[in-house]
């Protein structure tokens, strides 16, 4: 075997080496973690949106509220 078939089999090698370690091999490899960290952060910012929605529309009515008591009592 030359030189360069060495080499290039050694580079297939780690190459073989570094996709299993993104993809996985039979366990969760990198791109498998990475999907379940930004479903979780999706998750997150998906409830925090809810919250920021309940909390203007409880402002709004309170704010309704304000405003007709200002003019029933005027």
């Known amino acids: 075997m030359t030189n360069f078939e060495e080499r290039v089999l050694r580079d297939l090698g780690e190459l073989k080496a570094h996709m299993r370690w993104i993809v996985g091999n039979g ?30 529309v409880l402002l709004t009515i309170l ?12």
């Open 27 to 56: 366990n969760e490899g990198k791109m498998q973690e990475l999907e379940t960290r930004i479903q979780q952060h999706e998750a997150t910012l998906q409830r925090v949106a809810g919250i920021g929605v309940a909390a203007g």
């Open 63 to 74: 704010h309704i509220t304000l405003d007709s008591l200002k003019v029933i009592h005027q």
